[in-house]
């Protein structure tokens, strides 16, 4: 189960029109990754701009990308919540709807404990029972999963890996010290991805995939070849777009980048606002020198 969701799986956009989703640019983007190579596809996470999607549009858009992908790859949905209920309520849709597997986010604001962690997380499997890729980004949540309590968490079978975006390489090893070769520790940033690979890691839930998906995928057969020189020089080629892509919070630069390569509309929604004018121009230079535009 774990090789499921191993390799590079985009974060995808939620491209909006009006103040709606719009479903034809989803689409389109669905396609153009799976086209493009990637190994999976997930709606709904941060750089989906999951916090502001109502419930009926989130549960759209994962339904859209299950209908878009055919089966031709696996779709891992976000289904995390706050709200114990809200993602038992999210994931049960998500896996009436058809996907592979569920990606969690700890818990934001309230701030639960460890043990709180384990219950939200063995709660969420119990009612929606699917592969889970826990999603550990202290950053954005207040609360940290520990290496420990991920260890509990890998006993269980639902539990098959994890987004790391804790930003510490040290931590990661660590989980993948006390889970095991079986639990995927799998990158959330994308610029520490050669490094947790060199680990044990397996693979990298992306933000620059929505915009180089094929650079990506290479990088990533570059390192399964064993070709390491290959990947390296690949992964700092990509390392600058990596950088220009967290230049203000994500997703505000993939998603105008996207849109400076006609791949979909610049709308945002707040509290996320359009990229400052002096990031907007270095990003501008960063689609002409990947050329990517539509």
């Known amino acids: 189960m774990t090789q499921l969701f191993r390799g590079v799986i985009p974060a ?22 799976i086209r493009s190579g990637v190994h999976a596809v997930l709606p709904c996470g941060t750089t989906g701009e999951s916090p502001t999607l109502s419930h009926d549009e989130h549960n759209r858009v994962v339904e859209i990308t299950v209908d878009e992908a055919k089966g031709r790859v696996p779709v891992l949905a976000g289904t995390g919540s706050n709200s114990t209920r809200e993602a038992v309520e999210m994931s049960v849709h998500a896996k009436k709807a058809g996907v592979d597997g569920l990606l969690l986010v700890s818990p934001y604001y309230n701030k639960p ?28 949540c207040s609360v940290e999963i520990l290496p420990e ?37 799998t990158s959330g940033d994308d610029a520490l991805t050669l490094p947790l690979l060199s680990v044990g ?20 057969d570059l390192w399964e070849s064993g070709d390491l020189a290959g990947a390296r020089s690949l992964f ?59």
């Open 12 to 33: 995808m956009v939620t491209p909006f029109r009006d103040g709606a989703v719009d479903e034809g640019a989803l689409r389109a983007h669905v396609d153009f990754l």
């Open 113 to 140: 404990t460890q043990e709180g962690l384990y219950k939200h997380f063995t709660a969420v499997a119990r009612e929606a029972p699917l592969p889970v890729i826990l999603y550990n980004i202290p950053g954005r």
């Open 149 to 185: 309590t991920m260890a509990r968490l890998a006993a269980l079978p639902e539990f098959v890996g994890v987004k790391e975006a804790t930003g510490d390489l040290s931590k990661m090893i660590r989980v993948i010290e006390l889970c095991g070769p079986d639990f995927l520790v």
């Open 236 to 294: 700092f080629r990509l390392l600058p777009l990596f950088r220009a892509l967290f230049l203000e919070t994500n997703p505000i630069p993939v998603k105008h980048a996207l849109y400076l390569a006609g791949r979909m509309g610049p709308e945002t929604r707040l509290p996320l606002t359009e990229p400052s004018v002096p990031v907007a121009e270095k990003l501008k230079a960063i689609v002409a020198e990947w050329g990517v535009a539509a």
């Open 201 to 220: 890691g397996g693979g990298v839930i992306s933000v620059a995939a929505n915009i180089v998906p094929k650079e990506m995928v290479r990088f990533w």
